[in-house]
């Protein structure tokens, strides 16, 4: 079946570390995003890509990186400068073109230790 | 700015009735209005859309009505059934960007 993978479901890091979350899709979409949920909130975009080699800033970029080398994937990079990176994080990808939802991977839950 | 807008972060009813989720908009300039449903520690799942040139749009037990002038966009769920319980996120999509943008979301338990 297609669908968007999301690894690990649940990751630790310890202070000063970055950690990169992994997002896979096989839908053959050409444009991908990372959210990030906290308790009482809605989503907020980290980053989004609407095609291989390019990506834009969402409303949350700063202590963040992300790359997208192949259309299926959409790594995303907390780093150490993000200061509060207790979070939910999800990655979803959309065809790209015309009024189309996009579809989510089940999020990973990072915890700093 | 949050220009999407739910302020009824809880909502409870009885098996069999309607369930009326609400959300409001601040800006006129978007196109393409979505409702998702979320489990605790799953992704939202995509349940129904709306484009700005209707005011309707069903699928099955789900409508979405959107009212332009008010700038006011509802879920209607009939009958509400227990596995209906969850977060329900209303989005909106502005003209020309493929960004969406997401309300807090309201948390609906259905009661048997």
């Known amino acids: 079946d297609g669908g968007i993978t999301q690894s690990p479901k649940y990751l630790f890091r310890k202070e000063g570390q970055n950690v990169t979350l992994s997002c896979e899709q096989n839908l053959n979409h050409d444009a991908m995003y990372w959210y990030r949920q906290d308790p009482g909130q809605g989503l907020r975009l980290i980053y989004y890509?609407?095609?291989?080699?390019?990506?834009q800033k969402g409303d949350i970029a700063e202590g963040y990186s992300v790359s997208r080398e192949k259309k299926e994937s959409f790594p995303l990079t907390v780093t150490s400068a993000q200061k509060n990176p207790t979070a939910f994080y999800l990655c979803a990808s959309t065809i790209g073109a015309g009024n189309q939802p996009q579809h989510f991977g089940d999020g990973t839950r990072l915890s700093i230790l | 700015d949050q220009q999407v807008k739910q302020n009824s972060p809880s909502l409870s009813v009885q098996e069999g009735r309607i369930s009326i989720l609400n959300c409001d908009y601040t800006?006129?300039?978007?196109?393409?209005f979505l409702w998702y449903k979320k489990y605790p520690a799953e992704g939202p799942t995509f349940l129904i859309s709306i484009s700005s040139i209707k005011d309707k749009n069903e699928d099955g037990r789900f409508t979405v009505f959107l009212n332009k002038s008010a700038k006011h966009l509802s879920l209607h769920i009939v009958p509400s059934q227990p596995g209906d319980s969850a977060v329900y996120f209303c989005?909106?999509?502005?003209?020309?960007?493929?960004?969406?943008?997401f309300g807090k979301g309201t948390k609906l338990t259905v009661n048997p």
């Open positions: 800006n006129s300039m978007f196109d393409y």
């Open positions: 989005a909106r999509r502005g003209s020309g960007s493929e960004k969406l943008v």
């Open positions: 890509s609407q095609i291989v080699n390019d990506f």
